[in-house]
């Protein structure tokens, strides 16, 4: 059973997850802004390094933006007093998973049976 204490606990963490994650998501944004690509024709294997630097780059921030997206939607819920209740079928989502996944949307039963092994 999660308690009131642990929710405040775990809110917390979310909201220092949120500003972590802005700031990684800013500090990637902020180095993917103006490539010169094609500035050195001498030079075609440091041109595909940057090519993939920067789709590698943009991989991670949009799986950032995800991951943010999912800790705000957690932290809405505590808003709507429904956060640790699972999205699927109401239960309570146990501590052990939101300690481990603060974002969690489901309960370990609705997790495994939308992933099957």
Same mark, same amino acid.
């Given at each position: ?6 929710? /405040? ?5 979310? #909201? ?5 994650? /802005? ?9 993917? !802004?103006?490539?010169?690509?094609? /500035? +050195?024709?001498?030079?075609? +294997? ?5 090519? #993939? #630097?920067? !789709? ?6 949009? $799986? ?9 939607? $957690? ?6 007093? $429904? ?12 501590? #052990? ?21």
């Amino acid at each position: 059973m999660v308690t009131e204490e642990d929710k /405040s606990e775990l809110k917390a963490k979310l #909201e220092r997850a949120k500003k972590d994650i /802005s700031a990684e998501i800013e500090n990637l944004s902020a180095h993917d !802004g103006v490539q010169d690509f094609g /500035s +050195d024709v001498d030079h075609g +294997d440091e041109e595909a390094d940057e090519a #993939e #630097e920067f !789709g590698n780059q943009l991989g991670i921030v949009q $799986a950032l933006k995800e991951r943010l997206n999912d800790v705000e939607h $957690a932290l809405a819920k505590f808003e709507k007093g $429904a956060y640790g209740i699972c999205e699927n079928c109401s239960m309570e989502i146990d501590k #052990e998973l939101l300690t481990a996944a603060p974002e969690s949307r489901l309960c370990r039963d609705c997790k495994a049976a939308s992933h099957p092994a």
